[in-house]
């Protein structure tokens, strides 16, 4: 269902760009004390997982899911585990194939739709902490990620509970409002950070015969249309862009979904339109889709300009001491 949210935007942070810049940039970040871990692949790959320190956990595990070109670094995910330290809960942060500091070992990458990585993932951690209360956090792309995961697996026994920030729903509806106006912006900033991975690998592997791409091409590419279109999608087995959007956009997996999910979702998003959030039949029982009027992409700022809170932690923590531990 969906349910009007009771995050109100403050006075200084009602434009939908400062909501979606502020955390990222003018925010302090807490340091953390981390343990890493690097998960063996079938492909001779491996997936990198930052873990809290505090274990045994008292309470349970969050797994998070980052988004599009993110990491442990982001803010929104630094800010996460340093309040799960404080509250009993330990934190692993997945990183997708290529976002953690030793990046991957194949010529493949990561996408909004890769569950197959992340079904291992969990069925390892399950495995380790067979009686253990899971928690998944999905931002962004990670939380587009996770809804099509739960939605594929229904009857899932991994997580007890599940929880989306600023999913996209809709794949081909984002990347053509993330190419209009001032979310350009956006778009040249991630789209920069795609375009210097692969270009490192392209010392390594052939994308030339894998993709029929060269180098100069890959540094003309101005949107990410044209990435997916070309490398997203051939790459992990999609025809093209549209394709890869059709089959991997969260949307038609909604009504599966039977674990308890919530979705924080800001109707002013600049990476989508309010439009793509989907309503009635469309939605499982089990799922709650909170939706605001402001809050940007991953914002939700409150408090004042030089103290700012991230309301969406504070969600969060609601959420998880509602769960029987």
């Known amino acids: 269902m969906i349910v009007t949210s009771e995050f109100k935007a403050p006075f200084w942070a009602r434009n939908r760009h400062l909501q979606t810049i502020w955390p990222r940039f003018l925010v302090r ?10 998960l063996a692949t079938p492909d001779d790959d491996f997936i ?21 070109e993110g990491s442990v670094d ?33 010529a493949r990458s ?30 962004s792309l ?22 989306a920030v600023s999913p996209p729903f809709d794949l081909a509806r984002c990347s053509e409002a993330i190419a209009q106006g001032f979310s350009r912006v956006y778009q040249y900033h991630l789209l920069k950070s795609m375009r210097r991975k692969f270009s490192e690998k392209f010392h390594r592997f052939d994308y030339r015969t894998l993709l029929g791409l060269n180098l100069a091409e890959l540094n003309n590419f101005k ?13 992990h087995g999609f025809k093209n862009a549209l394709d890869y959007y059709q089959r991997c956009s969260a949307n038609q997996f909604m009504q599966s979904i039977k674990t308890p999910t919530l979705v924080l979702h800001a109707k002013d998003d600049p990476f989508m339109t309010p439009d793509i959030v989907p309503h009635g039949k469309r939605i499982s029982p089990s799922v709650r889709i909170e939706l605001s009027e402001r809050g940007g992409h991953v914002g939700f700022l409150q408090g004042s300009l030089l103290n700012p809170v991230f309301w969406v932690n504070e969600r969060i923590k609601r959420a998880l001491n509602e769960i029987n531990v």
């Not at 045994?56 to 969050?62: C, D």
């Not at 909004?112 to 951690?125: A, I, P, W, Y």
């Not at 990670?142 to 509970?161: A, H, T, V």
């Open 29 to 38: 970040k807490p340091k953390l004390d981390l343990h890493w871990e690097k």
């Open 223 to 235: 949107s990410f249309y044209q990435f997916d279109d070309k490398i997203t999608g051939p790459l």
């Open 142 to 163: 990670g939380g587009n990620m996770l809804l099509k995961l739960l939605g594929e697996e229904p009857e899932q026994s991994w997580l007890q509970q599940a929880v």
């Open 48 to 68: 990198e997982l930052a873990w809290t320190k505090n274990e045994p956990s008292q309470k349970g595990l969050v797994v998070i899911f980052h988004g599009l």
């Open 110 to 139: 990561y996408h909004s739709g890769e569950t197959q990585d992340n079904k291992r993932v969990l069925e390892e951690l399950r495995r380790r902490y067979p009686d253990m209360p899971f928690v998944g956090i999905g931002y």
């Open 74 to 106: 982001s803010h929104y995910a630094a800010h996460l585990m340093a309040m799960l330290s404080t509250q009993g809960w330990r934190g692993v942060l997945v990183h997708f194939r290529g976002c953690g500091p030793l990046g991957n070992q194949t």
